[in-house]
């Protein structure tokens, strides 16, 4: 089983490599037609500046993805129960977090080729969800399992409403947002089979009113 020392050391590295590294995909970056990219090259000055602001949001969820993750981990690792339980639930959530790495990495790509920035406040946002991930997995595992449902439901109705507001020839965003949301459906359904419990309606107000804040200034800053 991992030790405290450990555990801390895996949180840690995270974090750094989260916020500080060159983040890189296990999985190609998904692709259009060649047709599409040229009709995405001719976009507007304005429609890149919206397609980047939205971009930027979602590198921003990602990197409070990636946050939540490692807390939910952490505690899972430090918390009561078997630690042969323990370790299989912090195990499940690495396995999703690969999938936001994934994410990450196409975000970052897609807003260098916008010619748009990350959020300024990266850290901050990092800081704050790390905190809700280790409370979240202190409260147990079928919460904890339940938290990962409740954020990935409110992230696809997110990229639903991103997938809406794209600027209709920017492919390339698209493709990426439409396979991030394929991911979070399967992470909700897998931690929702794995064990995850319904939150408490107030908790769901909770993480909404959240995420539209940083949803908000990360859209400008």
Request: aromatic share 4%.
């Amino acid at each position: 089983m991992t030790s405290f020392i450990d555990a801390t050391l895996i949180t840690a590295d995270n974090a750094l490599r989260t916020l500080f590294a060159p983040h890189r995909a296990a999985r190609p970056t998904p692709a259009v037609s060649a047709e599409r990219q040229t009709e995405a090259a001719q976009m507007t000055e304005s429609e890149r500046r919206l397609s980047g602001a939205l971009m930027r949001v979602n590198h921003v969820g990602e990197i409070c993805a990636q946050a939540l993750y490692t807390g939910q981990a952490l505690a899972a690792r430090l918390g009561p129960g078997r630690p042969e339980e323990r370790e299989r639930t912090a195990r499940h959530l690495e396995a999703a977090g690969q999938d936001e790495t994934d994410h990450l990495a196409w975000c970052q790509q897609r807003l260098d080729e916008l010619g748009d920035r990350r959020s300024l406040l990266a850290p901050l946002w990092y800081a704050g969800a790390l905190t809700i991930g280790v409370a979240a997995g202190l409260a147990g595992r079928g919460v904890s399992l339940g938290f990962v449902v409740e954020t990935e439901r409110q992230v696809e109705a997110h990229l639903d409403g991103h997938l809406e507001r794209l600027p209709a020839r920017d492919h390339p965003s698209r493709a990426i947002i439409e396979q991030m949301k394929a991911d979070e459906i399967r992470h909700a359904r897998d931690a929702q089979h794995a064990g995850g419990v319904e939150l408490p309606t107030p908790v769901k107000w909770a993480m909404r009113a959240a995420a539209k804040v940083m949803t908000t200034v990360a859209h400008r800053v």
